[in-house]
């Protein structure tokens, strides 16, 4: 399947501020990135493993410059999971560990701060059910950059919700991941957040623009 692009923020020139920014690292974690998670085994995840050394070396100075890292872990638990998500798992034959402290959703290979923001989510968008817009707003944040896995799954669905709450939204496409073998879904996914949603860029282009 051939893939459209237009590449908008190639020769851009812009200025951001990083207090007005906000980095979210969606879903780092062991069951999606381990290589040795019960998904690691079933489906090559090279590029997901690959993930967080380049995470932890655009985070660190885009922190220490004034930027907020928000870091983002999927929790399942029967309580806090919505009734149709419930309803679904048990049609998909969905099974997900019940207990919120199972070592699946440690964040993976993270350099995560004492101080750090962390947010735990019950659904795919990482606004629904978390104080995240709250969290934002209080500290004056208007540009989002996403990142994390999987690219189109839930980096997608909180880039579309970040656009429809009113944020400028940023896809750091080489801080995204997937597995091996959807690569095609995650072109396709890619073109069309660039297309509708913000701009699809990368982390070296948006040092450039916040100056670290």
Known sequence: MTTHWQDYAAGLELTLEPSECALLVIDVQEMFCSPTSVTGRKHANTRMQALPAKINAFAEPFRRAGGLN???????????????????????????????????????????????????????????????????DARGIKHVLLSGVRTEICVRRAAERASSEGYLVFVLRDLCATRDLCAEHEDQALMFLNAYSGLVTTSAEVTGWLEL
């Not at 049609?91 to 199972?102: L, T």
């Not at 440690?106 to 817009?133: M, Q």
């Open 70 to 136: 928000v870091y983002i872990r999927a929790v399942t638990d029967e309580a806090g999971r919505p009734a149709n998500m419930r309803w679904l798992d048990q049609v998909k034959g969905n099974h997900f560990p019940a207990d919120p402290d199972h070592g699946d959703y440690r964040f993976y290979g993270l350099s995560i701060p004492d101080d750090a923001t962390v947010l735990e989510k019950r659904c795919g968008d990482a606004f629904t059910s978390t104080n995240l817009k709250e969290i934002l």
